[in-house]
């Protein structure tokens, strides 16, 4: 069983930035790739940036490629995603899981509460 606690987000106007944390406990962090996802109300879950497991290997959407970073610390089993010139269209509520980085797709059924990100315009 693992255990994710998303936190960070909150409403910001377009161009502002915000930092996602995510606290993950239950399992051995440090051995996987970890992810953001993303859930806009009326839309589907979607990939928004992964990390490999050692933090070596970073991968991003297209649509937020020079603006989002995500990076971890493995010694406080945490996740950041780093989001700097956020647009109207970034609003959704935040999600982190184990990554699949191939395909891009969680690796875990259960997810947290997310935290919610608005970008007014």
């Known amino acids: 069983q693992v255990q994710l606690v998303e936190s960070g987000g909150g409403l910001v106007q377009a161009g502002g930035s915000l930092r996602l944390s995510c606290a993950a406990s239950g399992r051995t962090f440090s051995n996987y790739h970890m992810g953001w996802f ?4 009326g839309k589907e879950r979607e990939f928004v940036a ?21 990076s971890r610390d493995n010694a406080k089993n945490t996740v950041y995603l780093q989001m700097n010139k956020l647009k109207p269209e970034d609003t959704a509520v935040y999600y982190c899981n184990a990554a699949n980085t ?14 919610q990100v608005t970008v007014s315009s």
């Open 38 to 41: 993303r859930q806009a109300l």
């Open 50 to 70: 992964a990390i490999s497991f050692n933090g070596g290997s970073t991968y991003y959407t297209d649509s937020v490629k020079g603006r989002f970073t995500i």
């Open 102 to 115: 191939a395909t891009k797709q969680p690796l875990f059924h259960s997810w947290g509460q997310g935290t």
